[in-house]
Protein backbone atom coordinates (compact mmCIF):
# COMPACT_ATOMS: atom_id res chain seq x y z
CA UNK A 1 0.00 0.00 0.00
CA UNK A 2 1.16 3.80 -0.95
CA UNK A 3 2.38 5.16 2.08
CA UNK A 4 0.06 8.53 2.89
CA UNK A 5 2.09 11.75 3.52
CA UNK A 6 0.25 14.91 5.03
CA UNK A 7 1.99 18.35 5.06
CA UNK A 8 0.86 21.00 7.19
CA UNK A 9 1.15 24.17 5.17
CA UNK A 10 0.92 27.24 7.24
CA UNK A 11 2.43 30.80 7.66
CA UNK A 12 4.93 30.17 10.12
CA UNK A 13 6.34 26.78 8.64
CA UNK A 14 5.63 23.54 7.13
CA UNK A 15 5.05 19.74 9.12
CA UNK A 16 4.72 17.00 6.94
CA UNK A 17 3.56 14.02 8.92
CA UNK A 18 3.23 10.10 8.49
CA UNK A 19 -0.23 9.05 8.59
CA UNK A 20 -0.25 5.22 9.58
CA UNK A 21 -2.66 3.03 11.48
CA UNK A 22 -5.10 6.14 12.32
CA UNK A 23 -2.14 8.45 13.79
CA UNK A 24 0.02 11.19 12.58
CA UNK A 25 3.39 10.64 12.79
CA UNK A 26 5.80 13.93 13.01
CA UNK A 27 8.22 13.18 9.49
CA UNK A 28 9.94 16.25 9.49
CA UNK A 29 9.25 20.42 9.66
CA UNK A 30 10.28 23.26 7.13
CA UNK A 31 11.06 26.87 6.60
CA UNK A 32 8.56 28.98 4.03
CA UNK A 33 12.07 29.94 2.69
CA UNK A 34 14.36 28.58 -0.24
CA UNK A 35 16.51 26.23 2.62
CA UNK A 36 13.02 24.19 3.39
CA UNK A 37 11.70 24.11 -0.08
CA UNK A 38 15.52 22.11 -0.65
CA UNK A 39 14.95 20.39 2.61
CA UNK A 40 11.74 19.41 1.17
CA UNK A 41 12.57 18.15 -2.06
CA UNK A 42 15.24 15.82 0.09
CA UNK A 43 12.73 14.51 2.12
CA UNK A 44 10.43 13.61 -0.87
CA UNK A 45 13.54 11.73 -2.71
CA UNK A 46 12.82 7.94 -2.31
CA UNK A 47 8.88 8.40 -1.58
CA UNK A 48 7.72 7.95 -5.20
CA UNK A 49 3.92 6.79 -5.57
CA UNK A 50 3.17 8.22 -1.76
CA UNK A 51 0.05 9.97 -1.56
CA UNK A 52 0.28 13.64 0.02
CA UNK A 53 -2.05 15.31 1.33
CA UNK A 54 -1.83 19.31 1.34
CA UNK A 55 -3.56 21.25 4.02
CA UNK A 56 -3.20 25.18 4.55
CA UNK A 57 -4.45 27.34 7.44
CA UNK A 58 -3.59 30.30 6.14
CA UNK A 59 -4.75 34.04 7.13
CA UNK A 60 -4.61 34.92 3.89
CA UNK A 61 -8.39 33.33 2.39
CA UNK A 62 -11.19 34.98 0.26
CA UNK A 63 -14.72 33.90 0.26
CA UNK A 64 -17.12 35.87 -1.86
CA UNK A 65 -21.17 34.42 -2.24
CA UNK A 66 -22.25 34.28 -5.68
CA UNK A 67 -25.02 33.10 -8.22
CA UNK A 68 -25.26 31.20 -11.12
CA UNK A 69 -28.52 30.26 -13.54
CA UNK A 70 -29.47 26.48 -13.07
CA UNK A 71 -26.82 24.23 -15.15
CA UNK A 72 -25.68 21.35 -15.69
CA UNK A 73 -22.78 19.49 -17.04
CA UNK A 74 -19.99 21.54 -18.93
CA UNK A 75 -22.22 24.55 -19.46
CA UNK A 76 -22.22 24.89 -15.63
CA UNK A 77 -18.25 24.16 -15.43
CA UNK A 78 -17.68 26.92 -17.85
CA UNK A 79 -19.64 29.20 -16.05
CA UNK A 80 -17.89 28.68 -12.11
CA UNK A 81 -14.47 29.16 -14.20
CA UNK A 82 -15.65 32.17 -15.46
CA UNK A 83 -16.85 33.45 -12.23
CA UNK A 84 -13.79 32.50 -10.50
CA UNK A 85 -11.54 34.55 -13.24
CA UNK A 86 -13.49 37.34 -12.92
CA UNK A 87 -12.86 36.99 -8.84
CA UNK A 88 -9.58 35.91 -8.64
CA UNK A 89 -6.47 36.87 -11.03
CA UNK A 90 -4.34 33.49 -10.01
CA UNK A 91 -7.28 31.05 -10.66
CA UNK A 92 -4.80 27.86 -9.43
CA UNK A 93 -5.88 27.58 -5.88
CA UNK A 94 -9.47 28.81 -6.57
CA UNK A 95 -12.84 26.73 -5.52
CA UNK A 96 -16.26 27.00 -6.02
CA UNK A 97 -18.54 25.72 -3.24
CA UNK A 98 -22.41 24.97 -3.92
CA UNK A 99 -24.87 26.11 -1.29
CA UNK A 100 -27.56 25.10 -2.51
CA UNK A 101 -30.57 26.66 -5.18
CA UNK A 102 -32.68 29.15 -4.86
CA UNK A 103 -36.55 29.36 -6.33
CA UNK A 104 -38.12 31.92 -7.88
CA UNK A 105 -39.12 33.63 -11.29
CA UNK A 106 -35.64 31.80 -12.30
CA UNK A 107 -33.85 28.96 -10.40
CA UNK A 108 -30.52 30.18 -9.51
CA UNK A 109 -27.51 27.97 -7.33
CA UNK A 110 -25.75 30.35 -4.96
CA UNK A 111 -22.01 29.33 -4.65
CA UNK A 112 -19.04 30.56 -2.20
CA UNK A 113 -16.02 31.23 -4.25
CA UNK A 114 -12.97 30.30 -2.24
CA UNK A 115 -9.18 31.08 -2.88
CA UNK A 116 -5.87 32.20 -0.98
CA UNK A 117 -4.89 36.01 -1.65
CA UNK A 118 -1.41 34.87 -1.91
CA UNK A 119 -1.02 31.36 -4.74
CA UNK A 120 2.77 32.19 -5.40
CA UNK A 121 3.52 30.77 -1.78
CA UNK A 122 2.20 27.23 -2.91
CA UNK A 123 4.12 26.82 -6.27
CA UNK A 124 7.54 26.02 -5.78
CA UNK A 125 5.87 23.21 -3.08
CA UNK A 126 3.55 21.63 -5.72
CA UNK A 127 5.72 21.69 -8.14
CA UNK A 128 8.03 19.66 -6.21
CA UNK A 129 5.96 17.16 -5.26
CA UNK A 130 4.69 16.30 -8.94
CA UNK A 131 8.52 16.45 -9.69
CA UNK A 132 9.17 13.84 -7.05
CA UNK A 133 6.65 11.24 -8.42
CA UNK A 134 4.37 11.57 -5.56
CA UNK A 135 0.52 11.44 -6.02
CA UNK A 136 -1.01 15.04 -5.17
CA UNK A 137 -4.86 13.96 -3.40
CA UNK A 138 -5.81 17.14 -3.60
CA UNK A 139 -4.93 20.92 -1.36
CA UNK A 140 -7.43 21.47 1.27
CA UNK A 141 -7.92 23.90 3.49
CA UNK A 142 -8.63 23.66 7.29
CA UNK A 143 -12.07 25.76 6.25
CA UNK A 144 -13.28 22.94 3.96
CA UNK A 145 -13.00 20.27 6.03
CA UNK A 146 -14.42 22.00 8.70
CA UNK A 147 -17.86 20.84 7.41
CA UNK A 148 -16.87 17.50 8.23
CA UNK A 149 -16.11 18.10 12.11
CA UNK A 150 -19.40 19.61 13.02
CA UNK A 151 -21.10 16.61 11.88
CA UNK A 152 -18.66 14.26 14.05
CA UNK A 153 -19.23 16.60 16.70
CA UNK A 154 -22.93 16.54 16.89
CA UNK A 155 -23.92 19.43 14.58
CA UNK A 156 -25.68 18.07 11.73
CA UNK A 157 -28.14 21.34 10.91
CA UNK A 158 -28.47 25.10 11.63
CA UNK A 159 -26.09 27.44 12.21
CA UNK A 160 -22.87 26.74 13.95
CA UNK A 161 -19.19 28.16 14.56
CA UNK A 162 -16.48 25.52 15.09
CA UNK A 163 -13.45 27.22 16.97
CA UNK A 164 -10.22 25.34 17.85
CA UNK A 165 -6.80 25.93 18.55
CA UNK A 166 -4.45 25.27 15.99
CA UNK A 167 -0.40 25.53 15.92
CA UNK A 168 -1.36 28.24 13.50
CA UNK A 169 -4.05 30.24 15.55
CA UNK A 170 -7.53 30.27 16.16
CA UNK A 171 -9.95 29.03 13.93
CA UNK A 172 -13.10 29.85 13.03
CA UNK A 173 -15.17 28.59 10.93
CA UNK A 174 -19.05 29.60 10.06
CA UNK A 175 -21.22 26.37 9.05
CA UNK A 176 -24.93 26.58 8.05
CA UNK A 177 -26.62 23.33 7.36
CA UNK A 178 -23.97 21.57 6.57
CA UNK A 179 -21.88 24.06 4.39
CA UNK A 180 -19.09 26.14 5.01
CA UNK A 181 -20.21 30.07 5.15
CA UNK A 182 -17.12 31.87 6.24
CA UNK A 183 -13.84 31.18 8.12
CA UNK A 184 -10.89 33.23 9.58
CA UNK A 185 -7.80 32.79 11.43
CA UNK A 186 -6.71 34.93 13.79
CA UNK A 187 -3.15 34.60 15.99
CA UNK A 188 -2.52 33.57 19.40
CA UNK A 189 1.29 33.68 19.66
CA UNK A 190 1.07 36.66 21.57
CA UNK A 191 -1.76 35.77 23.90
CA UNK A 192 -0.93 34.72 27.44
CA UNK A 193 -2.73 31.41 28.14
CA UNK A 194 -4.65 32.55 31.00
CA UNK A 195 -6.14 35.44 28.54
CA UNK A 196 -6.94 32.70 25.91
CA UNK A 197 -10.84 32.31 26.69
CA UNK A 198 -11.43 36.24 27.00
CA UNK A 199 -10.17 36.34 23.77
CA UNK A 200 -11.98 33.35 22.29
CA UNK A 201 -15.14 35.26 23.36
CA UNK A 202 -14.05 39.16 22.12
CA UNK A 203 -13.66 37.18 18.73
CA UNK A 204 -16.67 34.94 18.14
CA UNK A 205 -18.66 38.17 18.84
CA UNK A 206 -16.10 40.16 16.54
CA UNK A 207 -17.09 37.65 13.95
CA UNK A 208 -20.95 37.41 14.82
CA UNK A 209 -20.99 41.44 14.59
CA UNK A 210 -19.44 41.04 10.76
CA UNK A 211 -21.05 38.46 9.58
CA UNK A 212 -24.38 40.41 10.72
CA UNK A 213 -22.73 43.06 8.65
CA UNK A 214 -23.06 41.28 5.63
CA UNK A 215 -26.16 40.27 6.50
CA UNK A 216 -25.24 36.65 6.36
CA UNK A 217 -26.40 36.08 10.01
CA UNK A 218 -30.24 37.58 10.61
CA UNK A 219 -29.66 40.09 13.42
CA UNK A 220 -33.18 38.98 15.50
CA UNK A 221 -32.56 35.00 14.53
CA UNK A 222 -31.96 32.23 17.25
CA UNK A 223 -28.83 31.64 19.48
CA UNK A 224 -26.37 30.27 17.33
CA UNK A 225 -24.04 27.49 18.94
CA UNK A 226 -20.60 28.14 18.93
CA UNK A 227 -18.41 24.34 19.58
CA UNK A 228 -14.65 25.17 21.42
CA UNK A 229 -12.56 22.26 21.05
CA UNK A 230 -9.23 23.22 23.40
CA UNK A 231 -6.46 21.50 24.76
CA UNK A 232 -8.13 19.98 28.28
CA UNK A 233 -6.11 21.97 30.89
CA UNK A 234 -7.21 25.08 29.18
CA UNK A 235 -11.10 23.65 28.96
CA UNK A 236 -12.14 24.81 32.73
CA UNK A 237 -11.14 28.27 32.27
CA UNK A 238 -12.66 28.71 29.10
CA UNK A 239 -16.14 27.53 30.70
CA UNK A 240 -15.62 29.87 32.82
CA UNK A 241 -15.68 32.78 30.58
CA UNK A 242 -17.57 31.07 27.80
CA UNK A 243 -20.97 32.12 29.25
CA UNK A 244 -24.00 31.23 27.00
CA UNK A 245 -26.82 34.38 26.43
CA UNK A 246 -29.12 35.30 24.07
CA UNK A 247 -26.60 35.55 21.01
CA UNK A 248 -24.88 32.92 21.65
CA UNK A 249 -24.57 29.25 23.18
CA UNK A 250 -21.09 28.19 24.31
CA UNK A 251 -19.76 24.60 24.74
CA UNK A 252 -16.64 23.33 25.20
CA UNK A 253 -15.19 20.15 24.34
CA UNK A 254 -11.54 18.73 24.79
CA UNK A 255 -9.26 18.00 22.30
CA UNK A 256 -8.74 14.60 23.17
CA UNK A 257 -12.94 14.08 23.04
CA UNK A 258 -13.28 15.23 19.99
CA UNK A 259 -10.37 12.99 18.71
CA UNK A 260 -11.92 10.20 19.43
CA UNK A 261 -15.43 11.51 17.85
CA UNK A 262 -13.42 11.83 14.78
CA UNK A 263 -12.13 8.27 15.60
CA UNK A 264 -8.15 8.88 16.10
CA UNK A 265 -6.52 6.30 17.51
CA UNK A 266 -4.48 8.87 19.97
CA UNK A 267 -6.21 10.57 21.63
CA UNK A 268 -3.86 13.50 23.62
CA UNK A 269 -5.08 16.37 26.19
CA UNK A 270 -2.55 18.89 24.63
CA UNK A 271 -3.69 17.63 20.84
CA UNK A 272 -3.40 20.71 18.94
CA UNK A 273 -6.58 21.38 16.90
CA UNK A 274 -4.92 20.89 13.36
CA UNK A 275 -4.50 17.22 14.00
CA UNK A 276 -8.55 16.85 13.78
CA UNK A 277 -8.81 18.89 10.36
CA UNK A 278 -5.48 16.46 8.83
CA UNK A 279 -7.01 13.12 10.08
CA UNK A 280 -10.11 14.30 8.44
CA UNK A 281 -8.60 15.39 4.89
CA UNK A 282 -6.56 11.40 4.63
CA UNK A 283 -10.25 9.13 6.07
CA UNK A 284 -12.93 11.60 4.47
CA UNK A 285 -11.22 14.07 1.90
CA UNK A 286 -14.33 16.50 0.80
CA UNK A 287 -14.93 16.57 -2.75
CA UNK A 288 -14.03 20.18 -3.16
CA UNK A 289 -10.26 21.29 -2.99
CA UNK A 290 -8.01 23.67 -4.68
CA UNK A 291 -5.48 21.37 -6.54
CA UNK A 292 -6.02 21.69 -10.49
CA UNK A 293 -6.57 18.76 -12.32
CA UNK A 294 -3.16 19.14 -14.15
CA UNK A 295 -1.46 18.55 -10.93
CA UNK A 296 -3.67 15.39 -9.84
CA UNK A 297 -2.89 13.21 -12.80
CA UNK A 298 -1.00 11.03 -11.16
CA UNK A 299 -3.33 10.66 -8.65
CA UNK A 300 -6.23 10.02 -10.95
CA UNK A 301 -3.87 7.37 -12.47
CA UNK A 302 -3.22 5.82 -9.58
CA UNK A 303 -6.90 5.82 -9.11
CA UNK A 304 -8.35 4.25 -12.23
CA UNK A 305 -5.20 1.29 -11.42
CA UNK A 306 -6.68 0.98 -8.28
CA UNK A 307 -10.33 0.66 -10.07
CA UNK A 308 -8.84 -2.13 -12.70
CA UNK A 309 -7.50 -4.49 -9.92
CA UNK A 310 -10.66 -3.90 -7.59
CA UNK A 311 -12.30 -4.96 -10.75
CA UNK A 312 -9.74 -7.56 -11.67
CA UNK A 313 -9.85 -8.91 -8.09
CA UNK A 314 -13.82 -9.32 -8.32
CA UNK A 315 -13.51 -10.83 -11.61
CA UNK A 316 -10.74 -13.54 -10.11
CA UNK A 317 -12.71 -14.38 -7.24
CA UNK A 318 -16.16 -14.80 -9.78
CA UNK A 319 -14.39 -17.11 -11.36
CA UNK A 320 -13.32 -19.05 -8.64
CA UNK A 321 -16.87 -19.63 -7.36
CA UNK A 322 -17.86 -20.42 -10.88
CA UNK A 323 -14.96 -23.06 -10.93
CA UNK A 324 -15.76 -24.26 -7.27
CA UNK A 325 -18.88 -24.82 -8.40
CA UNK A 326 -18.15 -26.60 -11.60
CA UNK A 327 -15.71 -28.46 -9.71
CA UNK A 328 -18.36 -29.54 -7.02
CA UNK A 329 -20.75 -30.27 -10.12
CA UNK A 330 -17.80 -32.50 -12.01
CA UNK A 331 -16.92 -34.51 -8.91
CA UNK A 332 -20.94 -35.33 -8.45
CA UNK A 333 -20.84 -36.53 -12.35
CA UNK A 334 -18.09 -38.65 -11.41
CA UNK A 335 -19.75 -40.38 -8.28
CA UNK A 336 -23.16 -40.54 -10.47
CA UNK A 337 -20.98 -42.29 -13.49
CA UNK A 338 -18.90 -44.84 -10.91
CA UNK A 339 -22.56 -45.95 -9.51
CA UNK A 340 -23.58 -46.20 -12.86
CA UNK A 341 -20.54 -48.72 -13.36
CA UNK A 342 -21.09 -50.40 -10.58
CA UNK A 343 -24.63 -51.09 -11.23
CA UNK A 344 -23.42 -52.02 -14.63
CA UNK A 345 -21.15 -54.32 -13.45
CA UNK A 346 -23.53 -56.09 -11.27
CA UNK A 347 -25.98 -56.33 -13.71
CA UNK A 348 -23.82 -57.86 -16.11
CA UNK A 349 -22.70 -60.44 -13.56
CA UNK A 350 -25.92 -61.40 -12.75
CA UNK A 351 -26.94 -61.72 -16.68
CA UNK A 352 -24.00 -64.27 -17.19
CA UNK A 353 -24.75 -66.05 -14.37
CA UNK A 354 -28.18 -66.56 -15.67
CA UNK A 355 -27.35 -67.25 -19.13
CA UNK A 356 -25.07 -69.72 -17.84
CA UNK A 357 -27.75 -71.88 -16.12
CA UNK A 358 -29.61 -72.12 -20.12
CA UNK A 359 -29.39 -75.55 -21.87
CA UNK A 360 -27.00 -75.54 -24.74
CA UNK A 361 -28.97 -74.51 -27.92
CA UNK A 362 -28.21 -74.83 -31.55
CA UNK A 363 -28.69 -70.75 -32.32
CA UNK A 364 -26.86 -68.19 -31.17
CA UNK A 365 -27.57 -65.38 -27.98
CA UNK A 366 -28.98 -62.75 -30.81
CA UNK A 367 -31.33 -65.13 -32.36
CA UNK A 368 -33.03 -65.62 -28.97
CA UNK A 369 -33.28 -62.29 -28.59
CA UNK A 370 -35.02 -61.80 -31.65
CA UNK A 371 -37.36 -64.42 -31.21
CA UNK A 372 -38.48 -63.05 -27.93
CA UNK A 373 -38.98 -59.98 -29.74
CA UNK A 374 -40.97 -61.43 -32.13
CA UNK A 375 -43.09 -63.44 -30.16
CA UNK A 376 -43.56 -60.32 -28.08
CA UNK A 377 -44.91 -58.59 -31.02
CA UNK A 378 -47.28 -61.31 -31.92
CA UNK A 379 -48.43 -61.81 -28.73
CA UNK A 380 -49.55 -58.06 -28.33
CA UNK A 381 -51.30 -58.41 -31.60
CA UNK A 382 -53.02 -60.98 -30.96
CA UNK A 383 -56.71 -60.84 -29.76
CA UNK A 384 -58.45 -62.91 -27.01
CA UNK A 385 -62.24 -63.92 -27.16
CA UNK A 386 -63.12 -63.08 -23.50
CA UNK A 387 -64.16 -59.31 -24.25
CA UNK A 388 -66.39 -60.39 -27.17
CA UNK A 389 -67.66 -63.19 -24.84
CA UNK A 390 -68.57 -60.52 -22.31
CA UNK A 391 -70.19 -58.09 -24.87
CA UNK A 392 -72.41 -61.26 -25.72
CA UNK A 393 -73.36 -62.52 -22.58
CA UNK A 394 -74.21 -58.56 -21.72
CA UNK A 395 -76.66 -58.38 -25.05
CA UNK A 396 -78.21 -62.12 -23.86
CA UNK A 397 -79.49 -60.72 -20.49
CA UNK A 398 -81.96 -58.16 -22.62
CA UNK A 399 -82.99 -61.04 -24.95
CA UNK A 400 -83.72 -64.29 -22.56
CA UNK A 401 -86.27 -65.40 -25.65
CA UNK A 402 -82.26 -66.42 -27.28
CA UNK A 403 -81.02 -69.79 -26.42
CA UNK A 404 -77.87 -70.17 -28.01
CA UNK A 405 -76.66 -73.12 -29.00
CA UNK A 406 -73.06 -72.56 -29.96
CA UNK A 407 -70.57 -69.46 -29.92
CA UNK A 408 -67.76 -69.73 -32.60
CA UNK A 409 -65.16 -66.96 -32.18
CA UNK A 410 -62.11 -66.75 -34.61
CA UNK A 411 -59.77 -64.50 -35.88
CA UNK A 412 -59.54 -64.13 -39.96
CA UNK A 413 -59.39 -61.84 -43.44
CA UNK A 414 -62.72 -61.63 -44.50
CA UNK A 415 -61.66 -63.04 -48.03
CA UNK A 416 -60.73 -66.57 -46.27
CA UNK A 417 -64.44 -66.91 -45.91
CA UNK A 418 -66.31 -66.86 -48.99
CA UNK A 419 -69.80 -66.43 -47.45
CA UNK A 420 -68.63 -62.86 -45.39
CA UNK A 421 -66.54 -61.90 -48.63
CA UNK A 422 -69.55 -62.04 -50.79
CA UNK A 423 -72.04 -60.36 -48.00
CA UNK A 424 -69.97 -57.33 -46.90
CA UNK A 425 -67.78 -56.58 -50.29
CA UNK A 426 -66.96 -53.59 -48.36
CA UNK A 427 -65.85 -54.30 -45.05
CA UNK A 428 -63.80 -57.05 -46.87
CA UNK A 429 -61.76 -55.00 -48.71
CA UNK A 430 -61.40 -52.40 -45.72
CA UNK A 431 -59.97 -54.71 -43.00
CA UNK A 432 -57.19 -56.96 -43.19
CA UNK A 433 -57.99 -59.24 -39.97
CA UNK A 434 -61.28 -58.86 -37.98
CA UNK A 435 -62.21 -60.50 -35.29
CA UNK A 436 -65.12 -62.69 -35.62
CA UNK A 437 -68.10 -63.62 -33.56
CA UNK A 438 -70.48 -66.46 -34.90
CA UNK A 439 -73.98 -67.11 -32.82
CA UNK A 440 -76.20 -69.70 -33.19
CA UNK A 441 -79.50 -70.54 -31.39
CA UNK A 442 -82.97 -70.99 -31.33
CA UNK A 443 -85.95 -68.45 -30.38
CA UNK A 444 -88.09 -69.51 -27.64
CA UNK A 445 -91.56 -67.76 -25.72
CA UNK A 446 -92.94 -66.96 -29.42
CA UNK A 447 -95.50 -69.41 -31.56
CA UNK A 448 -93.53 -71.15 -33.54
CA UNK A 449 -96.30 -70.13 -36.20
CA UNK A 450 -95.94 -66.83 -36.19
CA UNK A 451 -93.02 -66.47 -37.99
CA UNK A 452 -92.90 -62.70 -38.68
CA UNK A 453 -92.61 -62.15 -34.71
CA UNK A 454 -89.65 -64.74 -34.60
CA UNK A 455 -87.99 -62.69 -37.75
CA UNK A 456 -88.53 -59.53 -35.86
CA UNK A 457 -86.85 -61.16 -32.93
CA UNK A 458 -83.86 -62.27 -34.42
CA UNK A 459 -83.33 -58.96 -36.35
CA UNK A 460 -83.86 -57.05 -32.86
CA UNK A 461 -80.92 -59.28 -31.64
CA UNK A 462 -78.37 -58.68 -34.58
CA UNK A 463 -79.56 -55.19 -34.07
CA UNK A 464 -78.77 -55.02 -30.52
CA UNK A 465 -75.02 -56.92 -31.13
CA UNK A 466 -73.85 -54.18 -33.12
CA UNK A 467 -74.69 -51.11 -30.47
CA UNK A 468 -71.12 -50.91 -30.13
CA UNK A 469 -70.03 -48.74 -33.37
CA UNK A 470 -66.94 -51.13 -33.08
CA UNK A 471 -69.22 -54.14 -34.11
CA UNK A 472 -70.55 -55.15 -37.30
CA UNK A 473 -73.02 -57.38 -38.64
CA UNK A 474 -71.24 -59.58 -41.37
CA UNK A 475 -74.10 -62.00 -42.04
CA UNK A 476 -77.26 -62.94 -40.76
CA UNK A 477 -79.37 -66.14 -41.46
CA UNK A 478 -82.63 -65.51 -40.43
CA UNK A 479 -85.57 -68.55 -39.99
CA UNK A 480 -87.39 -67.90 -42.77
CA UNK A 481 -86.68 -66.00 -46.25
CA UNK A 482 -89.07 -63.25 -46.22
CA UNK A 483 -87.88 -60.96 -49.21
CA UNK A 484 -90.45 -60.04 -52.03
CA UNK A 485 -88.51 -61.61 -54.40
CA UNK A 486 -88.45 -65.42 -52.74
CA UNK A 487 -90.84 -67.77 -51.26
CA UNK A 488 -91.40 -68.58 -47.56
CA UNK A 489 -89.27 -71.33 -47.19
CA UNK A 490 -88.55 -73.13 -43.78
CA UNK A 491 -89.84 -75.30 -41.14
CA UNK A 492 -92.00 -74.10 -38.65
CA UNK A 493 -92.88 -77.67 -37.88
CA UNK A 494 -96.32 -79.58 -37.61
CA UNK A 495 -97.31 -78.43 -34.36
CA UNK A 496 -96.41 -76.22 -31.08
CA UNK A 497 -94.47 -79.29 -29.64
CA UNK A 498 -91.54 -79.24 -32.43
CA UNK A 499 -88.17 -77.73 -31.70
CA UNK A 500 -88.10 -73.53 -32.04
CA UNK A 501 -86.87 -72.21 -35.58
CA UNK A 502 -82.68 -72.06 -35.97
CA UNK A 503 -80.73 -68.52 -37.10
CA UNK A 504 -77.58 -67.35 -36.87
CA UNK A 505 -76.16 -63.66 -36.47
CA UNK A 506 -72.08 -63.65 -37.44
CA UNK A 507 -70.73 -60.18 -36.23
CA UNK A 508 -66.93 -58.83 -36.97
CA UNK A 509 -64.82 -56.02 -35.77
CA UNK A 510 -61.58 -55.08 -36.49
CA UNK A 511 -58.50 -56.81 -34.41
CA UNK A 512 -56.57 -54.20 -32.55
Same mark, same amino acid.
Given at each position: ????????????????????????? @????????????????????????????????????????????????????????????????????????? @??????????????????????????? =???????????????????????????????????? =???????????????? &??????????? *????????? %??????????????????????????????????????????????????????????????????????????? &????? @????????????????????????????????????????????? %??????????????????????????????? =???????????????????????????? *??????????? *????????????????????????? *?? =????????????????????? &???????????????????????? @????????????????????????????? %???????????????????
Amino acid at each position: MSAKLVLYFTAAGHTLYRYAGGTLE @LEATFGTDIQGLEAFRAELQGRKGALVYVIADLAGEDFHEDQIPYLRGNDRQSVVQRRLAQRYRDTRLAAALS @LGFMTGERRTERLLLASFTNTEQFSAW =IEALVASGARLSGVYSVPLLAPALATRLGVRSGRAL =IVTVNSAGLRQCFVED &GRLRFARLERI *SEVEPEALA %AFVRAETLRLVQYLSTLRTLPRDGPPIQVIVVAPAAQRASLEQVLVSDSRLTFQTIAASEAARKVGMKRQAADLP &GEQLF @LHLAVKHPPKNQFARVEDRRSFFLWQLQRAILGAGAVGFLACIVV %AAVQGFDLFSLKEQVSVQQRESAEATGQYQR =ITASFPVTQTTTDNLKATVVEFTRIATQ *SASPEPALVYL *SQVLEKYPQMDVEAVVWRVSKPSAD *SG =ISKATPDLAAAAEVLQILEVT &GRVNATRRSDYRAITGQVQRFAEA @LRADPAWRILRTQLPFDVTSEGTLSGDIG %AGEGTEAPRFSVTVGRPLK
